[in-house]
């Protein structure tokens, strides 16, 4: 199963901000969303941005007005740039690309940890 490979994250001081990258390491399929999922430690995986093929973006009301997700279509590659960040945003940060073939792929995950 291929896995994406996320980038971008490590430790940051509250109000700092932090760029996250993740790319497929090869052709996937068409696919049709870009998501950022995130798990804090003792919590549920819970979901953050999405992006789809019309460009349009949602983000979880958590995140809102802090982060924005893009996309480099051609190079399969998602972003989330994350601003004003705060300790609750600590958590390992898992990408998600849906395809309209062949299902769905994840990353392995990458640790944000935002200090007080």
């Known amino acids: 199963q291929v896995q994406l490979v996320e980038s971008g994250g490590g430790l940051v001081q509250s109000g700092g901000s932090l760029r996250l990258s993740c790319a497929a390491p090869?052709?996937?399929?068409?696919?049709?969303?870009m998501n950022w999922y995130r798990q804090a430690a003792g919590l549920q995986r819970e979901w953050v941005a999405r992006?789809?093929?019309?460009?349009?973006?949602n983000y979880a009301d958590s995140v809102k007005g802090r982060f924005t997700i893009s996309r480099d279509y051609a190079n399969n590659t998602v972003f989330l740039k994350m601003n004003s960040l705060a300790p609750e945003d600590t958590a390992v940060y898992y990408c998600?690309?849906?395809?309209?073939?062949?299902?769905?792929?994840w990353g392995t995950g990458i640790l944000v940890t935002v200090s007080s």
């Open positions: 998600n690309m849906e395809t309209l073939t062949n299902g769905g792929f």
């Open positions: 992006i789809v093929n019309n460009e349009a973006t």
């Open positions: 090869g052709s996937i399929g068409p696919i049709y969303s």
